[in-house]
């Protein structure tokens, strides 16, 4: 059974920086393109970033380009979200995601429509 486990969650103060980690088991993570999502208290789950399979292209959604960066490392099959300069608005529960499409861009994965595994989600509290 594929599974997609989150880690490095946690609590931290306005400015400061996690990195979560999404290490996949049963899943080859070279074959798929990664997707970061997040779920805020009474909102839909969102966009964070997505990257191709190749980590040649990478996407972020407006509210954090310049802050957080999605990379990957094939070998060890975990796909990573450096977040630094934390707002309490990034609070959330943040989830990865494995889509099978193949794009060379990352733009094309935006969209929660067509990722078929999903990771249980790691909480991030950002504390003003």
């Known amino acids: 059974q594929v599974q997609l486990v989150e880690s490095g969650g946690g609590l931290v103060q306005a400015g400061g920086s996690l990195r979560l980690s999404c290490a996949a088991s049963?899943?080859?993570?070279?074959?798929?393109?990664m997707g970061w999502f997040r779920q805020a208290p009474g909102k839909e789950r969102e966009f964070v970033a997505a990257i191709t399979r190749s980590g040649g292209s990478t996407s972020y959604a407006d509210s954090v380009k310049g802050r957080f960066t999605i990379s990957r490392d094939n070998a060890k099959n975990t796909v990573y979200l450096q977040m630094n300069s934390l707002k309490p608005e990034d609070t959330a529960v943040y989830y990865c995601?494995?889509?099978?499409?193949?794009?060379?861009?990352?733009?094309?994965?935006?969209?929660?429509?067509?990722?078929?595994?999903w990771g249980q989600g790691t909480q991030v509290t950002v504390s003003s």
């Open positions: 995601a494995a889509h099978p499409a193949v794009s060379s861009g990352a733009d094309y994965y935006i969209r929660e429509a067509g990722y078929n595994y």
């Open positions: 049963r899943l080859t993570t070279s074959s798929y393109a």
